[in-house]
């Protein structure tokens, strides 16, 4: 098949809808919001193939499609800042001598804790905040004791 013949090929809005199926159940095992809008815009460009039989007319109809649903997506997805998130506070469930771990309740969940001061300990029932992950260790600071007491 050579460039003339692909301009000048018609094509129906089966395999346009297959395509858009096919996308839109791969969205199942791949959580990607991408693939909806992708899956969706090989569907509208099933229902335009019905009165335009030209490929090279419904690639641009996919691609136009496709551009701007993903554009509607993203405008619905939220935007992670790290500038933005407050603190997040654990409690120390053992006492975390300088440079071992120890358990913390974070979130409703115990973690492996590390102080991030390496010569501080900290006590049993403290407030603490996290300022890191590494793997399933929490990074965590110890709050000055006036502090310790909010939730």
């Known amino acids: ?37 992708l899956g969706f815009a090989g569907i509208i460009t099933a229902l335009v193939a019905i009165n335009v039989p030209l490929f090279p007319s419904q690639l641009l109809v996919y691609g136009i499609a496709a551009a701007l649903l993903i554009g509607l997506i993203r405008g619905f997805l939220p935007r992670e800042s790290p500038d933005l998130e407050p ?23 115990l973690w492996q804790a590390r102080c991030q001061i390496s010569d501080a300990a ?11 992950r590494e793997g399933n260790t929490l990074i965590v600071m110890p709050l ?8």
């Open 87 to 109: 603190a997040h506070y654990g409690r120390a469930c053992d006492a975390i001598a300088p440079g071992t771990t120890g358990r913390v309740q974070y979130e409703g969940t």
């Open 122 to 132: 900290i006590a049993p029932d403290h407030l603490v905040v996290v300022v890191a």
């Open 144 to 151: 000055p004791t006036s502090q310790s007491t909010q939730p």
């Open 1 to 37: 098949m050579n460039l003339p013949n692909l301009l000048t090929m018609a094509l129906g809005p089966t395999p346009w809808l297959l395509v858009g199926l096919l996308l839109l159940g791969s969205h199942l095992l791949i959580p990607e919001p991408t693939l909806v809008a």
